[in-house]
């Protein structure tokens, strides 16, 4: 069983900063891609950051310059450092996963979303 476990939402107020922070446990072997995604009320879920597991990254146009991804692939753990954050960052993010399962499955995990705010 795999398992994705968010933290750092909160509520912040416009031009602040917050660090969310998501850790993979469970029977993994290893994983590829990890990404964050946000979902506003009325929207659909969007990409904000992706990953590989070599480093390279891709960001949604709209974060471009103020959120940046990392890994920490000896912890199974990603970042997404938000800076600026303006009112219309405010969503549940998401954390995502591809990971490969030590009985050899290969399967994309979500996190359980944590809320950020971000008040005018």
């Known amino acids: 069983q795999v398992q994705l476990v968010e933290s750092g939402g909160g509520l912040v107020q416009a031009g602040g900063s917050l660090r969310l922070t998501c850790t993979a446990s469970?029977?993994?072997?290893?994983?590829?891609?990890m990404g964050w995604y946000r979902q506003a009320p009325g929207n659909e879920r969007e990409l904000v950051a992706q990953i590989t597991s070599g480093g390279d990254t891709n960001y949604a146009d709209s974060v471009k310059g103020r959120f940046t991804i990392s890994r920490d692939n000896a912890k199974n753990t990603e970042y997404l450092q938000m800076n600026s954050l303006k009112p219309e960052d405010t969503a549940v993010y998401y954390c995502?996963?591809?990971?490969?399962?030590?009985?050899?499955?290969?399967?994309?995990?979500w996190g359980q979303g944590t809320q950020v705010t971000v008040s005018s």
């Open positions: 469970g029977s993994i072997l290893g994983i590829n891609a």
């Open positions: 995502n996963a591809d990971i490969v399962t030590m009985w050899g499955g290969y399967s994309s995990y």
